[in-house]
């Protein structure tokens, strides 16, 4: 496909406040899982690291957002409420199930992540873009792995529960590349 300047600037907004709103919604997700588990046990300390390195990817978005001038999404409040909801509901089933949101969640975003890659290694005009969003990606991959690794998929319901919220992950996305 070919571009234009305009198009590849408006494709790159679109990136970068999907991903801020994205990254913002993860770490209102584990805050809530947080809220309910505490932060005494093996597992909350697991979440709170991966929670750290969401903050650390929420805050290279949001300074991307500001140089650049682009408008966060205007569902940010929703999802503001809707991911510490899903990260509460999901702890109170118990910890396989808040692993079980994790893994659903990071397996839509490394899609997601990987059609960004794709796109950006096309044009190769924001390499500081595709650098954070493979590393970032990476990232991503160990909280799936982890995840897995951890219960999720023991997680009673795990197929039902993994496909509602992979479901409601690319809702997220769609809804936030515009809104």
Not at 77 to 106: D, H, I, K, Q, S
Request: net charge negative.
């Amino acid at each position: 496909m070919s571009w234009k300047p305009g198009d590849r600037r408006e494709a790159r907004d679109m990136m970068v406040r999907v991903d801020q709103a994205g990254e913002y919604g993860a770490t209102r997700i584990y805050a809530g899982q947080l809220a309910i588990m505490g932060d005494r046990t093996p597992m909350a300390r697991m979440i709170n690291g991966m929670a750290l390195q969401e903050e650390e990817h929420r805050a290279f978005f949001d300074g991307v957002l500001a140089r650049r001038g682009i408008r966060p999404t205007a569902l940010q409040p929703f999802w503001n409420v809707a991911g510490f909801a899903l990260g509460a509901v999901t702890a109170a089933l118990g910890p396989e199930a808040a692993m079980a949101c994790t893994a659903a969640v990071e397996t839509e975003i490394d899609k997601h992540y990987q059609q960004q890659v794709d796109e950006l290694a096309r044009d190769d005009d924001d390499p500081e873009l595709r650098t954070a969003v493979l590393k970032f990606q990476a990232e991503e991959l160990e909280h799936r792995d982890t995840a897995l690794g951890h219960g999720a998929e023991n997680a009673l319901g795990y197929p039902v529960l993994s496909a509602l919220i992979r479901l409601g992950c690319r809702v997220a996305i769609a809804s936030s590349k515009r809104i």
